[in-house]
């Protein structure tokens, strides 16, 4: 069995930072309403904890995703540079989104940004799927 080492290093990183911000997000998200019934002031402090590691797992992904990119592209089936143009769009989405989230002021916009940062990161998830084939 021929083992491509070096891909199956790339995807592993690539995936395990997905694991991070998407599914970290996901975690917060359900701990959230436990911590404010604690501590009002927990969920901020564990929002905190949670940015130091979710940033550097988001560049990664970029990186990887590139790396991705280089890897795969030449050898990729009709219509696959269509669906990486939506997966970086619905990247770039949820980084912008989970930042704006990070600023919001008021407690609909820490809603509608830190869901729409959820959201298009799975999204993200199923369109990397669909690109790996
Ligand atoms: C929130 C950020 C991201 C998430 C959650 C994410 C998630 C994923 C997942 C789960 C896969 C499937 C891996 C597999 O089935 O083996 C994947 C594959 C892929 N991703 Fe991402 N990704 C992200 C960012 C990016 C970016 C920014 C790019 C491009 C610039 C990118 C390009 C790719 C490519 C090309 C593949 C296919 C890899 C292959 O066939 O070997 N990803 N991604």
Not at 53 to 77: D, F, H, K, M, R
Request: no cysteine.
């Amino acid at each position: 069995m021929d083992i491509d080492w070096v891909g199956s290093v790339r995807l592993f990183l690539h995936v395990i930072s997905a694991t991070v911000w998407v599914g970290g997000q996901l975690v917060l998200a359900g701990l959230v309403p436990v911590l404010r019934a604690k501590d009002p002031a927990l969920p901020k402090a564990a929002a905190n904890a949670f940015n130091r590691i979710a940033w550097p797992a988001y560049w990664v992904l970029v990186a990887t995703g590139i790396w991705n990119v280089a890897a795969e592209q030449a050898e990729a089936p009709t219509g696959w540079n269509a669906v990486l143009a939506v997966k970086v769009a619905l990247v770039a989405l949820s980084g912008v989104a989970a930042f704006l989230h990070t600023r919001a002021r008021t407690t609909t916009g820490l809603a509608v940004w830190g869901a729409l940062s959820g959201f298009a990161a799975i999204a993200a998830v199923y369109v990397g799927i669909l690109l790996a084939g």
